[in-house]
């Protein structure tokens, strides 16, 4: 585990807006020269126009001109790991492809896992081919 991922991920997600599920998330990308975007899940009463963390710190980092990437953190306190959703695991496969993935809880549990591993068949340009 990466301790420097880890802790910008709990920092960030200190931010967290959920005052609907209390579920808070943080996390944190890390680019191969060592820059780190960090990013929370912000919630809005139709839940459908919420965000992941992890699709914020994504954002944050395209949006800052970053292009490559080598691992991300995602932290919460649950009492089990929590993966990113479908929709994040997407689009850490197509910006990202097979990064590391750190999963962080603050109860104390952590695994690494290649994006590969939670997301065994993506979707990606292969599939558009004839």
């Excluded at 975007?37 to 009463?45: H, L, P, R, S």
């Amino acid at each position: 585990m990466k301790r420097d991922l880890i802790d910008e991920a709990v920092k960030a997600r200190q931010n967290a807006l959920a005052p609907y599920s209390g579920f808070k998330v943080g996390a944190a990308i890390k680019t191969p020269g060592g820059r780190i975007y960090t990013g929370c899940n912000i919630e809005n009463v139709s839940y459908g126009l919420s965000i992941c963390a992890e699709r914020v710190a994504l954002w944050k980092a395209l949006s800052d001109g970053a292009h490559q990437f080598s691992e991300m953190a995602i932290v919460t306190d649950a009492d089990t790991l929590t993966s990113p959703c479908g929709a994040c695991r997407q689009l850490l496969w197509e910006y990202c492809g097979d990064i590391v993935i750190n999963l962080h809880s603050l109860k104390g549990l952590d695994q690494e896992h290649q994006l590969a591993q939670l997301f065994p068949f993506p979707f990606d340009s292969r599939s558009l081919k004839k």
